[in-house]
T-cell receptor
Framework: LAKTTQPISMDSYEGQEVNITCSHNNIATNDYITWYQQFPSQGPRFIIQGYKTKVTNEVASLFIPADRKSSTLSLPRVSLSDTAVYYCLVAPSGSARQLTFGSGTQLTVLP | GAVVSQHPSRVICKSGTSVKIECRSLDFQATTMFWYRQFPKKSLMLMATSNEGSKATYEQGVEKDKFLINHASLTLSTLTVTSAHPEDSSFYIC????????????FGQGTRLTVV
C-alpha cells in the first residue's frame, strides 16, 4: 500500500480557500486517491476521490498532477465547521477496501 | 452514499467484563468489513479484517482472543472486547465497502469505549 505524507496541521481563516497537499511517491498504476474528513468522536467521512487530473464535487476539488505522486485537496471558502482532520489515502480499485491511514492534517479554521 | 451504522456510540463497562460492538451495512451487502482503533489525537489503526462466513484476519500485534470478531451475515459484523481493561479504552470504528469498482469505503460513526 502506498504511503502518504501530509502536513500535520494547518490554520486558516473563515472565507479563505484551503489547499492541503499529500505526497504519495510510490503510488501504483491501479491506485485511487481518496480524501476523508474526520470530526472528533466521529467516523471518517468521504470527501472526494480521483485518479488523475482534476475532480470537483459540491464540497471540494482534487488536483492530481500527471505523475500522480502528489495530490491537493482544495476547500473553497472554509467555515468554522470545516475544522477537522483530513486524511489522504491511496488504495487500489476493486475488491475490498483495506485502507491505511496516515497521520492526517488537522485543519483549524479561525474566525 | 451507502450507510454504515455502528452501535453503541458510547459504552462504559467495568474492568473484566466483555463488550460487544455492532457494525451494520444498512443499504448494501458487505462481504468484508474492517475494524479500526483510534487513540486520542492519533490516526486510525487497522485491527482486523472481518470476512463474512470465515475467520477474521488480524493485524500484527492485535490479540485475536481479546478482540473477537464475528461476521455472520452480509450486513453485520460484531467486535467483542473480552475481559476489558482500562488500556482497552479507545474509539473503535468499523468500515465497509461496496464492490463498485472504486475505492470509497463507508465508515460507522464509531464507538467510544471506556473501561473503568
Amino acid at each position: 500500500l502506498a504511503k502518504t505524507t501530509q502536513p500535520i496541521s494547518m490554520d486558516s481563516y473563515e472565507g479563505q480557500e484551503v489547499n492541503i497537499t499529500c505526497s504519495h511517491n510510490n503510488i501504483a498504476t491501479n491506485d485511487y486517491i481518496t480524501w476523508y474528513q474526520q470530526f472528533p468522536s466521529q467516523g471518517p467521512r468521504f470527501i472526494i476521490q480521483g485518479y488523475k487530473t482534476k475532480v470537483t464535487n459540491e464540497v471540494a476539488s482534487l488536483f492530481i498532477p500527471a505523475d500522480r505522486k502528489s495530490s491537493t485537496l482544495s476547500l473553497p471558502r472554509v467555515s468554522l465547521s470545516d475544522t477537522a482532520v483530513y486524511y489522504c489515502l491511496v488504495a487500489p480499485s476493486g475488491s475490498a477496501r483495506q485502507l491505511t491511514f496516515g497521520s492526517g492534517t488537522q485543519l483549524t479554521v479561525l474566525p | 452514499g451507502a450507510v454504515v451504522s455502528q452501535h453503541p456510540s458510547r459504552v462504559i463497562c467495568k474492568s473484566g467484563t466483555s463488550v460487544k460492538i455492532e457494525c451494520r451495512s444498512l443499504d448494501f451487502q458487505a462481504t468484508t468489513m474492517f475494524w479500526y482503533r483510534q487513540f486520542p489525537k492519533k490516526s486510525l489503526m487497522l485491527m482486523a479484517t472481518s470476512n463474512e462466513g470465515s475467520k477474521a484476519t488480524y493485524e500484527q500485534g492485535v490479540e485475536k482472543d481479546k478482540f473477537l470478531i464475528n461476521h455472520a451475515s452480509l450486513t453485520l459484523s460484531t467486535l467483542t472486547v473480552t475481559s476489558a481493561h482500562p488500556e482497552d479504552s479507545s474509539f473503535y470504528i468499523c468500515s465497509a465497502s461496496t464492490f463498485s469498482g472504486n475505492t470509497e469505503a463507508f465508515f460507522g460513526q464509531g464507538t467510544r469505549l471506556t473501561v473503568v
